[in-house]
């Protein structure tokens, strides 16, 4: 859930700082007593702002998703193993084949089977209610 937003956190502080009670504050703006008394230690200390949310980190930087992206426009039918294996020398940061797959997904980048790549067992198989 994202924080309340820097107006309105400022709003509760002058509200508060005006005399209006601060249970009547909470009301007023639809937070709790408890986040009323947070954003008033808050105030004092000169910092209102929403912190970020801790997180995991990405694996690639913005530089290393470009790398990849001109990787899958250069080798459009290269492997998820075989991108993973050009962006570890790339960019030194090694990842999984599935870590990869995540990023063409963030990327919008689907994958497609090339139109010469061989039929397998179950394509060979006829269509359904032909006799065979």
């Known amino acids: 859930m994202a924080g309340y937003s820097l107006d309105l ?9 005006q005399g209006q ?3 009547e504050v909470a009301r007023r ?6 986040t009323v008394d947070r954003y008033l ?3 004092e200390a000169g910092n209102l702002a929403p912190t970020p949310h801790p997180g995991p980190k990405p694996w690639l930087d913005e530089a290393g ?3 990849l992206g001109q990787q ?11 991108h993973a294996e050009a962006l570890a020398e790339a960019t030194g940061v090694a990842l999984k084949k599935s870590a990869i797959d995540k990023y063409f997904r963030k990327l919008g980048i689907t994958r497609k089977k090339r139109a010469s790549t061989q ?3 179950t394509m060979k198989l006829e ?5 065979t």
């Not at 703006?29 to 408890?34: E, H, I, M």
């Not at 899958?72 to 075989?82: A, G, I, T």
């Open 127 to 131: 269509a359904p209610g032909s006799k």
């Open 29 to 34: 703006f639809g937070v709790s007593r408890w």
């Open 72 to 82: 899958v426009r250069k080798h459009k039918d290269w492997s998820l193993e075989q």
């Open 119 to 121: 039929a397998n067992e």
């Open 41 to 43: 230690k808050l105030a």
């Open 9 to 17: 956190r400022k709003r509760v502080v002058e509200a508060c700082e």
């Open 21 to 23: 009670n601060k249970s």
């Open 65 to 67: 998703r470009e790398v």
